[in-house]
């Protein structure tokens, strides 16, 4: 299985816009729940956002409004645009997948890191104040 691979994280202005992007290479999309988690210095890897098989968008409260999930199921990347960042939103971002085929969830399963059986290395994201 190729790698998952992170790109777009940088140094931004709190307010700034940065977007992420995460080649899939080798896995159709249309198949499997991608995943954006995040983990900040000190603390635990948490979910903030993810995209179902069936195109369904999911978003921790956090970046709700703020950030938004898509993919390119031909050029098999998933995005995550994030607006109107905040120095809370520091973090090593990690792009993930669930390799079960048209997996479905119970109620906020899609959340959990341990759901998840592919990451990539993460790309880092700061928000200066």
């Known amino acids: 299985q190729v790698p998952l691979v992170e790109s777009g994280g940088g140094l931004v202005q709190a307010g700034g816009s940065l977007r992420l992007s995460c080649a899939a290479s080798?896995?159709?999309?249309?198949?499997?729940?991608m995943a954006w988690f995040r983990q900040a210095p000190g603390k635990e890897r948490e979910f903030v956002s993810s995209?179902?098989?069936?195109?369904?968008?999911y978003y921790a409260d956090s970046v709700k409004g703020r950030f938004a999930i898509s993919r390119d199921i031909p050029n098999k990347t998933v995005n995550l645009q994030m607006n109107n960042l905040k120095p809370e939103d520091t973090a090593v971002y990690y792009c993930?997948?669930?390799?079960?085929?048209?997996?479905?969830?119970?109620?906020?399963?899609?959340?959990?890191?341990?759901?998840?059986?592919?990451w990539g290395q993460g790309t880092q994201v700061t928000v200066s104040s």
């Open positions: 080798g896995r159709i999309l249309s198949r499997y729940t």
């Open positions: 993930a997948a669930d390799l079960g085929q048209y997996r479905t969830y119970q109620t906020g399963e899609y959340s959990l890191a341990g759901i998840y059986q592919d």
């Open positions: 995209i179902s098989w069936g195109a369904n968008t």
